[in-house]
């Protein structure tokens, strides 16, 4: 059986913020675009989520090469939408012309995302799924995107092989994968191999593999790569919030405790004009040693194979 971890941590909230009544955390992302429609200087925001701006441009570019030989509106699927943002940010983008749907193993994240897609006075679709059948036929997608998902799932083989059966011939897959430590990510390793993981959600990532371990299961699967870009491989300096907890407890590390303390301060105070810029950073990173370097954490762009 597939099935996700859902986030909790004796009480603690992480991450976003939000918990149901298990205790599980609920990620309560925010659309990238707020207007009724997305203007030419809304797509500029997409130059600070570096993640997006990639994964969206790949979905656009997919949609506009298909949509000559399409009858029907153009299917997105989004699994793992949390509470629906980036439905909303498709279907503002696209309009009318694409029917997107969002599947979720929490429940309380599909309600949340239903008043969220309301709230924004668009049309989608979002549904809870047992994390293992994608209720839908065979082919049926013209394009899936799945972001911060597959390092939560048990069975990685069988999850990518459903998200095959689902999507058409050719469509595209447009991946965020959480990733097992890479042979350049010096710093984390440094830390991890003297007894400090600093992953804020190491207990929930249960299936992280190499860059060439995801590329073989993806292949495996019925899919091929087209680009594959590494995510954040200078996280130490650009994003100190992420290390700061628990390397600020730790009595070893004095030197990295010190930078980290600096750099840390020095963000928090020009925040937000140093996340921007830690943004936009990552986007120049991924465009230019992004698909060389092996760090943690990889933006797939692929699509299904045309004959299986």
Not at 33 to 53: H, I, R, S
Request: hydrophobic share 40%; aromatic share 14%; with cysteine.
């Amino acid at each position: 059986m597939v099935y996700y971890f859902c986030m909790n941590n004796n009480n603690k909230i992480l991450g976003w913020g939000k918990r149901d009544a298990s205790g599980a955390e609920i990620w309560d992302d925010q659309p990238v675009f707020t207007g009724d429609k997305v203007e030419l200087k809304d797509y500029f925001k997409l130059l600070f989520y570096p993640k997006k701006f990639l994964l969206y441009r790949y979905i656009a570019k997919a949609k506009k090469k298909a949509w000559k030989d399409l009858k029907e509106p153009f299917r997105i699927l989004d699994v793992g939408c949390g509470t629906g943002a980036d439905v909303i940010d498709f279907k503002k983008m696209f309009g009318r012309d694409v029917e997107v749907i969002g599947i979720d193993v929490v429940k309380m994240q599909i309600e949340l995302a239903e008043v969220k897609i309301k709230q924004n006075a668009v049309w989608a679709d979002v549904r809870f799924y047992d994390g293992e059948h994608i209720l839908y036929p065979d082919n049926y997608f013209d394009a899936i995107y799945t972001s911060d998902v597959l390092g939560h799932v048990s069975n990685v083989p069988r999850w990518l092989d459903e998200l095959n059966r689902v999507l058409r011939p050719g469509g595209a897959l447009a991946m965020f994968s959480e990733s097992e430590l890479g042979r350049h990510a010096y710093i984390r390793r440094y830390m991890l191999k003297r007894g400090l993981n600093v992953d804020p959600h190491a207990e929930f990532h249960i299936s992280l593999y190499s860059k060439n371990k995801i590329k073989e299961m993806l292949d495996n699967a019925g899919f091929a790569i087209k680009k594959m870009y590494n995510s954040f491989w200078l996280s130490f300096l650009v994003h100190p919030d992420e290390f700061y907890e628990k390397l600020q407890a730790q009595k070893k590390f004095p030197i990295l405790k010190i930078i980290n303390f600096i750099l840390y301060k020095i963000k928090k105070k020009t925040h937000p004009y140093s996340t921007a810029l830690a943004e936009l950073y990552g986007l120049i990173e991924m465009l230019t040693i992004g698909r060389w370097v092996e760090a943690q954490g990889y933006i797939i762009l692929a699509k299904k194979k045309e004959e299986q």
